[in-house]
């Protein structure tokens, strides 16, 4: 069975009560993996003991059994007093160790997948750790380019630029950046989802998508030549299309397999407002390792409270656990 290494993400947010709660549930309704919590045997036992979990957790030694829940204690936080509910130096420490652990023992073949509970960039910067979310982390762990693909039923999303600030947006996108990026996602997508002659569509980076150069020249000077280039190499792109309309159209009738946003806040707020429990971040990579994430963030107003909703987290670690299962049939 699948082994999902799965890093509980900032202490002082919701990331250990959805992780817990969702290894339980699917357990619950068996669903078939080992789950091995990632993070420190304080916090861990902490909220198990707050939302009254009993289920049996023990220590993960590699030869698991059905049924149980594991940990792997990083010993970062050694008591169960450390912040809650907000930005803070250890637990930004904390949360990245145990991110990075679960990298290193999917590198040691002691995991399958990986599945990153909620973490806050800046607790991180608090921490000293300069990475601006978990996909850029990953490009430098795995020393190739890593892209967010968001992911709802049979809607995807990938995102062509994803942390910056819209000021620097011209630094990362560039005609060969989006080409890139566009046509690794695309072989992800044929590899991991089976899905051949993947339709790709371009939402505009102006309002209108440019209206025909009045509301400005992006998508005739670097959107329309990477559509040119990605159907010159055998692809099926099409666009810039307005992406006030396209979102619809693609809910409508199904008529893309991936939509190419131009930047973050161009695609997350339709994609949470719609479809907040179902959201998956999936990490989009030509090694073939899978990692993925729920869609939304350390909710640290609600963290500690019982009251975190686990359905985006169930759908990361069913997610991460199918691709898996998909990459170990395609091997063989």
Request: glycine share 6%; net charge positive; hydrophobic share 40%.
């Amino acid at each position: 069975m699948i082994r999902a290494l799965i890093s509980t993400g900032d202490p002082a947010g919701i990331g250990p009560e959805v992780s817990i709660k969702a290894v339980s549930e699917l357990i619950e309704q068996d669903f078939e993996f080992i789950p091995v919590l990632v993070g420190d045997k304080s916090v861990i036992f902490k909220i198990i003991e707050c939302l009254k979990i009993e289920k049996q957790i023990l220590p993960w030694r590699f030869q698991a059994d059905p049924g149980k829940i594991f940990f792997v204690d990083t010993g970062i936080i050694r008591t169960r007093k450390f912040p809650e509910g907000r930005d803070d130096e250890l637990t930004g420490k904390a949360s990245f160790k145990y991110f990075e652990k679960a990298w290193d023992m999917l590198q040691k073949d002691l995991g399958d997948c990986i599945i990153t509970a909620p973490i806050s960039k800046k607790s991180w910067n608090m921490a000293g750790i300069s990475y601006s979310g978990h996909t850029e982390a990953l490009s430098s762990f795995s020393k190739e380019k890593t892209y967010m693909l968001m992911a709802a039923g049979k809607l995807r999303v990938l995102l062509a630029t994803m942390h910056i600030p819209i000021k620097k947006i011209w630094k990362y996108l560039t005609v060969e950046s989006l080409f890139l990026s566009t046509r690794t996602t695309a072989e992800f997508i044929t590899r991991s989802f089976r899905i051949k002659n993947v339709r790709i569509a371009f939402c505009g980076f102006n309002p209108h998508a440019g209206e025909s150069g009045i509301l400005g020249t992006e998508e005739k000077t670097i959107i329309e030549p990477v559509i040119v280039r990605l159907n010159k190499q055998g692809f099926h792109a099409s666009g810039p299309y307005p992406s006030d309309s396209l979102f619809r159209d693609v809910l409508k009738d199904d008529s893309y397999d991936l939509i190419v946003s131009m930047y973050h806040d161009q695609a997350l707020p339709v994609l949470k407002t719609l479809f907040f429990k179902k959201l998956v971040n999936i990490t989009v990579n030509s090694s073939g390792w899978i990692r993925t994430s729920p869609g939304h963030g350390t909710a640290f107003d609600i963290a500690w409270k019982n009251k975190a909703d686990a359905s985006s987290m169930k759908q990361a670690i069913k997610t991460a656990v199918e691709l898996t299962k998909r990459k170990r049939w395609t091997r063989f």
